[in-house]
């Protein structure tokens, strides 16, 4: 299969691509390299160094002609959104916008696209039919880009699976500030520093979240090539954890124990975050196999031969 990857040079889209390319695919990434890293682009894809929203985008579409877009190109922070909606809006929805259309012009067959676990309703853990809590510009715009793949799919019959991801770590995901607290309290640890905590005043262990390897992730896009018609899933541990607990296991399996410094939360955080992820196994065949503790020692051994 020809698979067209937006981001492909991000944490989450390098793992992606890696993943198709050893799955024999030829695999086209398109990225402008913004939050993308040039030493994550895999050196048997084809790479455009281009924005989405740039009329150089159709023109490489037309000229690959791929049979499949896998979209993770987005503006991904959530705070960010908070003080620039527009600029949100611009990548996450026009820029989706620009990618259905020049998929319909060019025989684009389906959508796999990277949406949010920031959508999830208040049942813990969320299911995928909840009526979705929309607190952040960011989480209006992800959830925009789902209402969108349906209209295209209802008018042009572009196929889509959406995938709900819960807090995403592994390698190469960087530190910078609005990535996750795993590679955040990384870092803090590994230069002797304090992390802080943002945390609600009836949550002192902070907020509490969901968090997947990104492998994990990647083995979610790669069932998606050929299972999921037009559906919008939950790719998750299904597992609550308030920060605090996480902070104290890496405290364990880093051997580290600096402090930990408690703050407000930030604005448009979520008290709570918890998705569940059984559909994904019922239509994908999928389900969450690495562990927190085990993702962690992982990261801590990259990071050590690094």
């Not at 455009?48 to 579409?61: G, P, Q, R, T």
């Not at 995403?168 to 500030?177: E, F, H, L, N």
């Not at 492998?215 to 919008?232: F, K, P, S, T």
């Amino acid at each position: 299969m020809k698979i067209l990857v937006t981001g492909g040079a991000g944490f989450i889209g390098s793992h992606i691509v890696d993943t198709y390319i050893r799955d024999g695919h030829e695999v086209i990434v398109v990225d402008h390299l913004g939050s993308g890293q040039r030493e994550n682009l895999n050196d048997q894809a084809i790479f455009y160094e281009l924005d989405i929203l740039s009329e150089e985008f159709e023109d490489v579409v037309e000229k690959e002609r791929p049979d499949l877009i896998n979209h993770h190109a987005a503006q991904k922070s959530v705070p960010d959104s908070v003080k620039s909606p527009r600029y949100d809006a611009k990548i996450n929805i026009l820029g989706l916008l620009n990618v259905l259309e020049v998929s319909v012009k060019s025989g684009v067959k389906k959508i796999i696209y990277a949406s949010s676990g920031a959508l999830a309703g208040d049942r813990i853990p969320a299911r995928e039919d909840e009526e979705p809590r929309l607190i952040s510009p960011y989480a209006i715009s992800k959830y925009t880009g789902e209402k969108y793949l349906q209209f295209y799919s209802l008018h042009y019959g572009l196929k889509f699976v959406a995938l709900r991801y819960a807090n995403v770590y592994g390698t190469r995901q960087v530190a910078d500030g609005e990535c996750g607290v795993i590679p955040i309290f990384f870092n803090n640890f590994l230069t002797h520093q304090p992390s802080v905590l943002r945390a609600y005043p009836d949550q002192p262990k902070g907020t509490t979240r969901d968090y997947v390897h990104v492998r994990d992730v990647a083995e979610a896009n790669r069932l998606a090539l050929e299972h999921g018609e037009n559906e919008i899933l939950h790719i998750s541990s299904g597992t609550e954890i308030h920060i605090a607990e996480v902070y104290q296991l890496m405290k364990e399996v880093l051997g580290h124990d600096l402090p930990l410094i408690r703050k407000g939360p930030r604005a448009g955080d979520l008290k709570r975050s918890c998705l569940d992820p059984s559909r994904a196994k019922e239509v994908l065949g999928w389900e969450p196999r690495i562990s927190l503790r085990e993702g962690i020692e992982e990261l801590r051994s990259h990071i050590m031969h690094v």
